[in-house]
């Protein structure tokens, strides 16, 4: 698996559709993810940013949304492999932040900060 390849299976691991922020669609419907995507070499630590996107009255879909995503990247950070190596994930700091439309103001978005390291030759 590529180094992007890794970072679409990472995001779309949680039952929402997942796409890269620069190539949404259209018809896109609410909720999904949308992702950055960013490598680099060896030792070299990265930031992958995310977004969640609801339409709710509440922020309780997309807060547990958020912590099932924590909690599956835990204290330790989470490994998937690529070609080469691996991708370690890790929570960044802070973790989420919750942000506002202005406008519509029953659009939630938490957005999602992770570290991660391309543990690989290249």
């Known amino acids: 698996m590529t180094k992007d390849e890794a970072i679409q299976t990472f995001w779309s691991g949680y039952e929402l559709n997942a796409y890269d922020e620069l190539s949404l669609p259209d018809n896109v419907t609410l909720p999904y993810i949308t992702y950055s995507v960013v490598t680099d070499a060896f030792e070299n630590v990265v930031s992958l940013l ?39 994930i890790t929570r960044g700091s802070p973790f989420a932040q919750r942000m506002q439309d202005p406008s519509d103001d029953k659009v939630k978005r938490m957005y999602i900060n992770c570290q991660a390291e391309f543990l690989s030759a290249d």
Do not use: R, T
């Not at 977004?51 to 924590?70: F, T, V």
């Open 50 to 88: 995310g977004s969640l996107w609801y339409h709710s009255n509440s922020w309780e879909a997309i807060c547990d949304k958020k912590d099932e995503i924590s909690e599956d990247i835990g204290m330790g950070g989470k490994l998937l492999p690529i070609d080469g190596g691996y991708l370690w």
